[in-house]
């Protein structure tokens, strides 16, 4: 069965950090471009990270550049976001997913994506 799973949301502080990790089962990742979705309570789901199926091409949307780092570890089938300086609003939850290998991978809302993980929840609060 191919899926994506991901894990290491939980309740952090303003200012924190967290990571998370994105893993398939039932096909490689490397030939996959994967991309991180966010969606806040009550707002659409949008592409906040992604990377190419190298890894040497990234992308990040401008409420995340600089803080949000993308990598991935094809070794153990896994992609991970590394999130510092989190805000209220990164609260939301995360969806990974994958598709083609892209040149220059694709944010927006995720129609270029064909395999979801089932996301994980991010809690920005004091």
């Known amino acids: 069965q191919l899926q994506l799973v991901e894990s290491g949301g939980g309740l952090v502080k303003p200012g924190g950090s967290l990571r998370l990790s994105c893993a398939a089962s039932?096909?490689?990742?490397?030939?996959?471009?994967v991309a991180w979705f966010h969606q806040a309570p009550g707002k659409e789901r949008e592409g906040i990270s992604c990377?190419?199926?190298?890894?040497?091409?990234?992308n990040y949307a401008t409420p995340v550049e600089g803080r949000f780092t993308i990598s991935r570890d094809n070794a153990k089938n896994t992609v991970y976001l590394q999130m510092n300086s989190l805000k209220p609003e990164d609260t939301g939850i995360y969806y990974c997913?994958?598709?083609?290998?892209?040149?220059?991978?694709?944010?927006?809302?995720?129609?270029?994506?064909?395999?979801w993980g089932q996301g994980t929840q991010v809690t920005v609060s004091s």
């Open positions: 997913a994958a598709g083609p290998p892209f040149r220059l991978c694709p944010l927006g809302t995720g129609t270029d994506y064909d395999k």
């Open positions: 039932g096909f490689t990742l490397d030939y996959y471009a």
């Open positions: 990377i190419s199926a190298s890894g040497g091409s990234t």
